[in-house]
């Protein structure tokens, strides 16, 4: 069996909340991105917002994920440029 290369997989018409980690706001860090994998012609039906909750000095970087598409997405979240697996 080989190694899973996405954080997860979202179905077609469904939505998640995922939340990456903690984020520090003074320092910018850690960086994190988002990266989706699907046919580029339903590319476009995936909605993405990202921002951050919690208080300050407590702060968590969370993405909302929209799959308005009939084909499964795979979503990698890199933190650091490291690829995040949810387990």
Known sequence: ???????????????????????DQETNTPRYEIEISMPSHVRHQ???????MGNEGSRI?????????????FIMI??????LRIR
Request: charged content about 20%.
């Open 46 to 52: 995936i909605k993405v917002e990202q921002f951050l």
């Open 61 to 73: 970087w969370v993405c909302d994920i929209k799959n308005n598409s009939t084909w499964p997405a």
């Open 1 to 23: 069996m080989t190694e899973q290369d996405y954080t997860f997989q979202l179905a077609s018409g469904t939505s998640t909340r995922h939340s990456a980690g903690p984020y």
């Open 78 to 83: 890199k933190k650091d440029g490291v690829l």
